[in-house]
């Protein structure tokens, strides 16, 4: 589980195709690593650690993975958001973020706003149901809070930190982008649609 705080940034070292999924490596500051088998949050997506060297650790990808999030359009040289699993005395700063990425959504405009900026992103239907004005929402593992909400296209205020210590400074139109919608919400939908057996 993560608070959706990027901390730090990593660097894809390694992109490779298998059968049915794809390796991935990537390069990461020290207080970042990983141990073996840890989680590690890879732009909001959940991750374990299969291979550990010199400030790298390696990851395995399933056709599942590949196929609900932005990780396989991924190249050397890419920048990603990173965030170690939370601990029982760590700040929630965020909110409940579990790596488990539900869609991938399409930024459709980065609009400066004097020392902000104005993100706009069109998300999947699906996701529609989880999202609300003052809602949390996590983009590419970042805890953001939703501004505005018109059919299918959220609004998010981006404050300068939030920028500049993630890959949201590379966004542009058409950038595609990992969604996950608030765990809380997704369980008072579920719960409304009972009744259930028992």
């Known amino acids: 589980m993560f608070t959706g705080i990027i901390k730090g940034m990593g660097t894809v070292r390694e992109v490779r195709g298998l059968a049915h999924g ?27 650690a299969e291979t550990i060297g ?65 993100l706009r992103i069109r998300a999947p239907g699906e996701l529609l149901p989880f999202l609300a004005v003052k809602g949390s929402v996590a983009v590419d593992g970042v805890s953001l809070t939703i501004a505005e909400l018109t059919g299918d296209v959220f609004a998010i205020a981006l404050i300068p930190h939030s920028l500049h210590a993630t890959i949201a400074q590379w966004y542009h139109p058409g950038t595609p982008v990992n969604l996950e919608a608030d765990c809380l919400a997704r369980y008072v939908k579920r719960l409304m649609e009972g009744p259930f057996v028992t």
């Open 54 to 118: 010199n400030g790298y650790f390696g990851v395995q990808l399933s056709a599942e993975t590949l196929h609900r999030t932005t990780l396989g359009s991924l190249q050397v040289g890419s920048r990603v958001n990173m965030e170690l699993p939370l601990t029982l005395q760590d700040l929630l700063g965020g909110h409940l973020v579990l790596g488990h990425v539900d869609c991938v959504g399409t930024v459709l405009a980065m609009e400066r706003q004097g020392d902000n900026h104005w």
């Open 22 to 48: 794809a390796v991935l490596g990537f390069d990461v500051p020290a207080p970042f690593m990983p141990a073996l088998g840890d989680s590690m949050a890879v732009n909001g997506c959940c991750l374990t």
